[in-house]
């Protein structure tokens, strides 16, 4: 069984377009995040839920806007795709945001063009 | 402003030897520092997570330390193998928490 799953996999887009992640996890943790790595490899937290509730946004544009339906979801909607936006963007979640060990996802890979 | 460093970037090294890989924190105020690997192409495996009150952890050939004080962590991995070869990320939980900072990595190759 998967923990912690994001779908799509791979998506390639034009620049100017909108286009959503799914993540989901089912290790019943009340924290999840979506991180950005970008070509560099160097892996930078975007956002953070507890509970599904917005905890830390760590200046991002606001044309990233992320949803929690429950708190086994956190999706992330980018409007108006731009070129720099194509990178590996990776969902995890944890037992609470504190104590415990986080569990990434598979990443999914955005290539804007 | 945290910042986390790992050195060296990267390192190889050949089969059956003992390795260790550095982190270092500038903010001593962390709740946990966690030890990962990520194999090229994929998502990050935790190695091992250490609490702030903790000194280290210890899984199978792995051993992590932490040293608050100075603002470092290590690990050790005990007679390597190729199998072990990958980028090895370090993280810390700032004080506040759900605010995860990451080093760039370490990239192992142990050649057989």
């Known amino acids: 069984d998967t923990a912690v799953s994001q779908t799509p996999k791979y998506l390639v887009t034009q620049m100017g377009n909108d286009k959503s992640i799914k993540c989901e996890q089912n290790?019943?943790?009340?924290?999840m995040y979506w991180y950005k790595q970008d070509s560099k490899k160097f892996l930078k937290i975007m956002f953070s839920?507890?509970?599904?509730?917005?905890?830390i946004n760590e200046t991002v544009p606001n044309r990233f806007s992320p949803k929690s339906p429950d708190k086994a979801h956190l999706n992330l909607h980018i409007n108006s795709l731009e070129l720099g936006d194509s990178a590996v963007y990776f969902c995890?979640?944890?037992?609470?945001?504190?104590?415990?060990?986080?569990?990434f996802g598979p990443g999914t890979r955005l290539t804007v063009l | 402003k945290q910042e986390v460093t790992q050195i060296p970037a990267a390192l190889s090294v050949p089969e059956g030897e003992n390795l260790v890989l550095n982190c270092s924190f500038t903010d001593s105020a962390i709740y946990n520092l966690q030890w990962f690997r990520q194999d090229p192409g994929k998502g990050l495996t935790s190695l091992l997570l250490?609490?702030?009150?903790?000194r280290e952890q210890t899984s199978g050939r792995l051993n992590a330390s932490l040293d608050k004080s100075s603002g470092r962590s290590t690990l050790y991995i005990a007679a390597s193998q190729p199998g072990d070869s990958a980028t090895y990320l370090c993280?810390?939980?700032?004080?506040?928490?759900?605010?995860?900072?990451f080093g760039a990595g370490t990239r192992l190759f142990v050649k057989a």
């Open positions: 250490i609490q702030s009150s903790q």
């Open positions: 839920y507890n509970n599904k509730e917005l905890i």
């Open positions: 995890a979640s944890s037992l609470d945001g504190i104590n415990n060990e986080q569990f």
């Open positions: 993280a810390v939980i700032a004080t506040g928490g759900f605010k995860t900072i």
């Open positions: 290790l019943g943790h009340d924290t």
